[in-house]
């Protein structure tokens, strides 16, 4: 049972534009969640977290966006660069238990 | 300051061996959790040490098994490998309090 899910594996996108990545969730008991960026070969590296009491967060060209009633988020990435090239992972965590669960991530591919 | 540091980065074991994988985390940060990444399962949680003590476990056979030191460096065994055993093995660190996990690079294990 997947409760962390990234339905699109793979997303292409043209330099200085918008790259919109979306992660689904399915148990409530998720109250923070995270997004990571990882290249091959390498562990992924932190980028930007939102609790569930907000419904936004912005860092530098990272935008998280949550929506609880859908439980649904999605990370705004602008302008893109093809630095951003890299496989994007969407994780969640909730209650006392830090476990961190992941969705099967979305490959990037901005453009030059 | 230093990252989360994992040994070795690449090893090769032969079906039934056993192996231990090694883990320093970021000065300061006394939890320690390991996640298994295959291309068929994704990012998958293993365990989490918290001053020597497992608080949390994935759904992971008893092969595999891991321990914490008084320095919060956290080693990580699997006995009787076999081949589906075969990833890529991170360790990711957190401080006390904190949700944001921060990965080390990873060690690639190949049973052959």
């Known amino acids: 049972d997947q409760q962390v899910k990234q339905n699109s594996p793979s997303l292409s996108v043209q330099e200085g534009r918008i790259s919109i990545l979306n992660c689904d969730y399915t148990?409530?008991?998720?109250?923070?969640f995270l997004w990571y960026k990882k290249y091959p070969a390498e562990g992924p590296t932190f980028l930007i977290s939102?609790?569930?009491?907000?419904d936004k967060n912005e860092d530098g060209r990272f935008t998280v966006f949550l929506n609880k009633s859908a439980k649904h988020l999605s990370l705004h990435i602008v302008p893109s660069q093809p630095g951003d090239s890299a496989v994007y992972f969407c994780a969640a965590t909730g209650g006392s238990n830090y476990k961190l669960t992941f969705g099967k991530g979305t490959l990037l591919t901005v453009n030059p | 300051k230093a990252g989360v540091t994992q040994t070795p980065r690449y090893l090769i074991k032969t079906r039934g061996q056993q192996v231990t994988l090694s883990c320093s985390p970021i000065?300061?940060?006394?939890?320690v959790s390991w996640y298994q990444q295959t291309p068929g399962q994704g990012l998958q949680f293993l365990f989490e040490y918290f001053s020597e003590t497992q608080r949390n476990k994935g759904n992971f056979p008893g092969r595999f098994s891991g321990r914490q030191f008084s320095n919060s460096r956290s080693e990580m065994n699997v006995s009787t490998l076999e081949l589906g055993d075969s990833a890529l093995y991170l360790c990711a660190s957190r401080h006390q309090g904190g949700t944001e996990a921060f990965f080390g690079q990873g060690t690639r294990l190949t049973v052959v």
């Open positions: 148990n409530s008991m998720f109250d923070y």
């Open positions: 939102i609790s569930s009491i907000k």
């Open positions: 000065s300061g940060h006394r939890s």
